[in-house]
């Protein structure tokens, strides 16, 4: 009778601990980035009635217990936040979190940038480690993430115009067709050029002169001749002559690219109106911080006012042999015993299991509702017919004692 009371016992035992993993699953459903977690129950060793020897084995439990609890790292559904700070990852990585001493994971990438541009967890204030980029050369190694809010990114001067469009092979010998362009200086500062195209009294032939309206007039060099087209409209000659300009400052050659020879894609010559103009040039003004966006491999870019863009750090995410070994600290960290976990594997340089980063959205719990309520109800009544147990070895003891 004594083994049956204690067999349910344990029974209730492993059955309180079943309901507290389902109850903590229930509780998390909304927590980002929560993983669900499974009891797993395993049979005590049994008390042998007669041995092996005899015969088969006469074995009598003595029970069950819980053998370890384990986590389900699988994916959950994403949701979009519009929160450029908001990261989900879409595959088996973490993101790694320091709190001044040690490393800790994570799946729930809500993260905001402090009063320095420091990027931290949004509850903790943990900082967010990755590799700093300088100049497009990456660091070797992490440290934490900073926005470079108050940053700005100097102007470059114009060293190439991109031409595209038509001139008409209906214009007559000093037809001409003008637009007009925006350059910078080496400061960023932004000077209108005119382009003029006119036609020759070679067939199939334009001259290109460059103005300004400025004075004094900054135009040094401002003629290409001889530009020339094949019979089919393709460019055949890009002409010759460069175009120079100073603005005061260092004197700059900017360079005229007209299309490909013998080609379709810059200017040529066709039936119709003329439509040639500036199709882009390779200058701009000083640009001030404007935002950031994040790329699916987690590199982190600043955008600027002026059109530019300057990456300055990449998210790491680390992997783990087994992740089944990360201890939960709250907060919906991770720490991790090396010994168990086995080292933690960059996603950036060592790992290609770390998954996309996706900007802008949140990983929701992967706890299936529908699932935890059946097992609820499964604990519920494991937990009853375990009391029975108790409470039908209790009748039959008393009964035995009222027969003494």
């Known amino acids: 009778m004594l083994t049956a009371l204690y067999s349910g016992i344990s029974g209730l035992r492993s059955h309180q601990t079943f309901l507290d993993v389902v109850g903590n699953n229930i509780a998390n459903i909304n927590t980002p980035g929560f993983k669900e977690s499974r009891v797993r129950f395993a049979d005590l060793l049994s008390q042998d009635l007669t041995s092996a020897a005899a015969g088969n084995p006469a074995q009598v439990g003595l029970g069950v217990r819980a053998a370890g609890i384990d986590k389900n790292f699988s994916q959950g559904s994403v ?8 990261l989900a990852l879409g595959g088996e990585g973490f993101f790694v979190l320091n709190d001044g001493n040690q490393d800790f994971y994570t799946r729930a990438g809500a993260f905001h940038a ?9 509850v903790s204030g943990y900082k967010v480690m990755g590799y700093a980029i300088t100049d497009d050369i990456k660091a070797n190694s992490t440290s934490a993430i900073q926005v470079p809010y108050n940053q700005l990114i100097p102007g470059k001067a114009t060293a190439l115009i991109n031409n595209v469009g038509n001139l008409s092979a209906e214009a007559a010998e000093d037809d001409t067709h003008a637009s007009s362009i925006d350059v910078f200086d080496s400061q960023g500062i932004k000077h209108t050029l005119t382009l003029t195209f006119t036609k020759t009294a070679t067939a199939n032939t334009w001259d290109l002169a460059v103005t300004s309206a400025e004075i004094p007039d900054p135009v040094t060099s401002g003629t290409i001749a001889g530009i020339e087209f094949n019979n ?23 360079a005229m690219n007209l299309g490909t020879i013998d080609g379709f894609d810059g200017l040529t010559q ?21 935002s950031v966006s994040i790329a699916t491999d987690g590199t982190l870019s600043a955008l600027y006012t002026n059109g530019q863009s300057k990456s300055f750090a990449q998210l790491e995410r680390v992997v783990f042999n087994n992740p089944n070994g990360l201890e939960q600290q709250g907060n919906n960290f991770f720490s991790s015993n090396r010994q168990v976990t086995g080292e933690p594997i ?51 003891l008393q009964e035995i004692m009222q027969i003494i």
């Open 79 to 86: 949701m979009q936040t519009g929160n450029v700070f908001d």
């Open 114 to 122: 402090d009063a320095d541009g420091i990027l931290e967890d949004s």
């Open 232 to 254: 089919d409209g393709s460019l055949k000659d890009a002409g010759t002559g460069t175009i120079e300009v100073d603005f005061g400052l260092d004197a700059q050659t900017i």
């Open 270 to 290: 066709l039936a119709g109106t003329s439509t040639a103009a500036v199709e882009s040039q390779d200058g701009y003004e000083v640009g001030n911080f404007k």
């Open 346 to 396: 960059s996603a950036v340089t060592q790992s290609g299991r770390g998954g996309n980063v996706m900007s802008g959205t949140l990983e929701n719990s992967n706890v299936d509702i529908t699932r935890e309520l059946t097992n609820l109800i499964i604990a519920q009544r494991g937990f009853q017919a375990n009391s029975r147990t108790i409470t039908t070895s209790n009748q039959v």
